[in-house]
């Protein structure tokens, strides 16, 4: 199978995995938030890892980025990436208080329950597509320079391989008025990533 690109019914299928791990996202962050939250998938591609970094802006763009683990019978990373002013509106909106500078306790505590969230709903969709069991790690955080937040992450990955990338955007009621975006990303070990891309070549999720 070619793991370069994905057919446009790959990218359907692995949209919809998507857009339903996103809804039960979603609906858990309403009960965190208190209001109605909606999370939309925008886009779906498959990219080099190489190219994260313009992605998000450049070596020097300032992010949030956190990250965990794949467990279960496959491999991988989450990485889920803001903005660093997207983080800032979101912390406002979790708080409900000034955002601390620099990220105290609390606003650690509740970025990684974002990230947490966010990876627990998508391995559900996901591993229910794939007929399998999947869990995150623990997340964990890292704030600074997106240089500095992916460079662990490239040299264990050898700064080659693909990436697939989920585009995901928060819509709120009044409480979170603006659009905030995110990377979503899932680095695959090459079994997992055939094994998603296999399943998504299948056919739609049931």
């Keep these: 199978m070619n793991l370069s690109t994905l057919s446009p019914a790959q990218l359907d299928t692995l949209k919809e995995v ?4 996103m809804g039960h996202a979603a609906t858990a962050l309403s009960r965190m938030l208190n209001t109605r939250i909606d999370l939309r998938v925008p886009r779906i591609a498959m990219i080099d890892i190489g190219d994260i970094l313009e992605l998000v802006g450049g070596a020097e763009a300032e992010v949030a980025g956190i990250r965990l683990a794949m467990n279960g019978p496959t491999r991988g990373t989450l990485l889920l990436i803001f903005p660093g002013d997207s983080a800032r509106g979101l912390l406002a909106r979790l708080l ?15 970025l990684k329950e974002v990230g947490n969230i966010l990876a627990s709903a998508y391995l559900v969709a996901l591993g229910g597509f794939l007929g399998l069991s999947l869990l995150p ?5 890292a ?4 240089g500095a937040v992916l460079d662990q992450i490239f040299g264990e990955l050898g700064g080659t391989g ?16 603006e659009v905030i975006r995110g990377h979503f990303l899932i680095l695959p070990d090459p079994a997992t990533l055939e094994a998603i891309l296999s399943g998504a070549a299948g056919g739609r999720p049931a």
């Design 18 to 21: 998507s857009n339903i791990g």
């Design 162 to 177: 693909r990436a697939l990338l989920v585009e995901t955007e928060f819509h709120g009621e009044a409480s979170l008025p």
């Design 143 to 146: 704030w600074d320079m997106a």
């Design 96 to 110: 409900v208080a000034p955002v601390a500078d620099p990220l105290d306790e609390m606003g650690v505590s509740a």
């Design 137 to 141: 790690s623990v997340p964990q955080l």
